[in-house]
Nanobody, 121 residues
Framework: QVQLVESGGGLVQPGGSLRLSCTAS????????MGWYRQAPGKQRELVANISSGDSANYADSVKRRFTISRDNDKNTVYLQMNSLEPEDTAVYYC???????????????WGKGTLVTVSS
């Protein structure tokens, strides 16, 4: 009943920028934290950034000062602005959110299917 769909991934040269978007849809009652994770080839999934319902943001050390997470609650959307991209940022980026559906008694951890970001010259 709830879906998260990412968009905005693609191929970019080192030093370039991309903005990822993730929109939640379905029978949603409430969304708390939202965030972005990534998984590089051969690596485990790691937290990139998350943002609370009060707009308090946290970032992985590797992306601080380069990435900015934001959200638009009216659109049920979270964004990740990625600047000064490096080859090491290449990964599948996954949207994550803690969501309570209309028929759910609690929040659950929801995931999108991911969008590929490739940073290469």
């Amino acid at each position: 009943q709830v879906q998260l769909v990412e968009s905005g991934g693609g191929l970019v040269q080192p030093g370039g920028s991309l903005r990822l978007s993730c929109t939640a849809s379905g029978r949603i009652f409430k969304i708390n934290s939202m965030g972005w994770y990534r998984q590089a080839p051969g690596k485990q999934r790691e937290l990139v950034a998350n943002i609370s319902s009060g707009d308090s943001a946290n970032y992985a050390d590797s992306v601080k000062r380069r990435f900015t997470i934001s959200r638009d609650n009216d659109k049920n959307t979270v964004y990740l602005q990625m600047n000064s991209l490096e080859p090491e940022d290449t990964a599948v980026y996954y949207c994550n959110a803690q969501i309570r559906g209309l028929s759910w008694t609690n929040f659950r951890d929801c995931w999108g299917k991911g969008t590929l970001v490739t940073v290469s010259s």
